[in-house]
C-alpha cells in the first residue's frame, strides 16, 4: 500500500476548479521534492508538476502544485473535458530509500 | 526527442521469471545526470516502482520486490532490462519503463520523464 494518500476522486463542472490533496510524512513529502503525474484513459502516465511547483514545457499553466510540510496539492483551474484523468503525486521516501506513488485520484468533469 | 519502447512477452506462467527489456531512443543511456527505471500498474490500481538503474550498474530496487528483482544495463545497446522472478497472478499488470532524473545526492530521486507507452504482462498458465 501506498505511504502517500490521495482522495480516490474528484469532480467538478466545466470551467471551475477542483483541488487534489496528497498526504505523506517527513521520509517522503516532508523532505523531497513532489512530482504529480497525469494519467489519461488508457495511456501511460506523463509529467505535470516537478520540483512541487513547476511546469514542464508544454504544460498548460492551468495547472498548478503546491506544498506545505508534508502534504502538497494540485490545483486545476478552468476545468476542461480533457483533464479527465487519474492523477498521482510522487516523491522519494527517505526511510524506504524508493520512490513512491501516491493511491491516485480520478477527476471527472460533470 | 528521447523515447523509450518496452518489449518482452505478454504472458509469463506462474512460478517463472518475468523478463522485458527497455530500448532507449534519441539519446544515450550513459548519460550522467539520469538512471533507468521500471514502473508497473496492475489492471484498475495505482503505479508501483520497481526500481532504477544508474549506466554503470547501480540500483535501487522497492523493498517489497527486491528479493525478486534484477535490473540490469546493457550500454552497448542502449538498452536496460527488468527481470522479476517467482511471479504470480498478483504480477500481472501493464509495466512501464521511464527515466528518471539523478539528483544532488546521487540517488534516482527526480521525476520520470519520458515513459514508454507500456506493455501488458500477464501471468497464467
Known amino acids: 500500500q501506498s505511504v502517500l494518500t490521495q482522495p480516490p476522486s474528484v469532480s467538478e463542472a466545466p470551467r471551475q476548479r477542483v483541488t487534489i490533496s496528497c498526504s505523506g510524512s517527513?521520509?517522503?513529502?516532508?523532505?523531497?521534492?513532489v512530482n504529480w503525474y497525469q494519467q489519461l484513459p488508457g495511456k501511460a502516465p506523463k509529467l505535470l508538476i516537478y520540483y512541487d511547483d513547476l511546469l514542464p514545457s508544454g504544460v498548460s499553466d492551468r495547472f498548478s502544485g503546491s506544498k506545505s510540510g508534508t502534504s502538497a496539492s494540485l490545483a486545476i483551474s478552468g476545468l476542461q473535458s480533457e483533464d479527465e484523468a487519474d492523477y498521482y503525486c510522487?516523491?522519494?521516501?527517505?526511510?524506504?530509500?524508493?520512490?513512491?506513488f501516491g493511491t491516485g485520484t480520478k477527476v471527472t468533469v460533470l | 526527442q528521447l523515447q523509450l519502447q518496452e518489449s518482452g512477452p505478454g504472458l509469463v506462467k506462474p512460478s517463472e521469471t518475468l523478463s522485458l527489456t527497455c530500448t532507449v531512443s534519441g539519446g544515450s543511456i550513459s548519460s550522467s545526470s539520469y538512471y533507468w527505471g521500471w514502473i508497473r500498474q496492475p489492471p484498475g490500481k495505482g503505479l508501483e516502482w520497481i526500481g532504477s538503474i544508474y549506466y554503470s550498474g547501480s540500483t535501487y530496487y522497492n523493498p517489497s520486490l527486491k528479493s525478486r528483482v534484477t535490473i540490469s544495463v546493457d550500454t552497448s545497446k542502449n538498452q536496460f532490462s527488468l527481470k522479476l522472478s517467482s511471479v504470480t497472478a498478483a504480477d500481472t499488470a501493464v509495466y512501464y519503463c521511464a527515466r528518471p532524473l539523478m539528483g544532488a545526492t546521487k540517488r534516482p530521486d527526480g521525476w520520470f520523464d519520458p515513459w514508454g507507452q507500456g506493455t501488458l504482462v500477464t501471468v497464467s498458465s
Open positions: 517527513s521520509s517522503n513529502i516532508g523532505n523531497n521534492a
Open positions: 510522487a516523491a522519494w521516501d527517505d526511510s524506504l530509500n524508493g520512490y513512491v
